[in-house]
Nanobody, 124 residues
Framework: QVQLVESGGGLVQAGGSLRLSCAAS????????MGWFRQAPGKEREFVAA????????TYADSVKGRFTISRDNAKNTVYLQMNSLKPEDRAVYHC?????????????????WGQGTQVTVSS
């Protein structure tokens, strides 16, 4: 089992920045690929970004490419999502997730463990 706890959400003005963190515990963090997803009210959960076990490779949704950066610190068992140039449409609950699969994954069903989420609100 892997436990994931997100933090860093909040209210920010459009154009601002936030840094989300996701702390993992329970098993060897570097054995898992990590991803960030988000879910806005009335919408399905959507992929945001993913990073492989060794942080060598990352991938992003087109809607956040160039604005968001995913990273991880395996020594701290933590994955981050740096969000810059935030837009009102970025408003959602952001969840981190862990996958046992070795390659970059963008679909929710490929992930084995999920955090409870942290709310991000962007005012216009």
């Amino acid at each position: 089992q892997v436990q994931l706890v997100e933090s860093g959400g909040g209210l920010v003005q459009a154009g601002g920045s936030l840094r989300l963190s996701c702390a993992a515990s329970g098993r060897t963090f570097s054995d898992y690929g990590m991803g960030w997803f988000r879910q806005a009210p009335g919408k399905e959960r959507e992929f945001v970004a993913a990073i492989m076990r060794s942080e060598a490779f990352t991938t992003y949704a087109d809607s956040v490419k160039g604005r968001f950066t995913i990273s991880r610190d395996n020594a701290k068992n933590t994955v981050y999502l740096q969000m810059n140039s935030l837009k009102p449409e970025d408003r959602a609950v952001y969840h981190c997730a862990a996958t046992e699969r070795g390659t970059l994954r963008t679909l929710p069903y490929d992930y084995n463990y999920w955090g409870q989420g942290t709310q991000v609100t962007v005012s216009s």
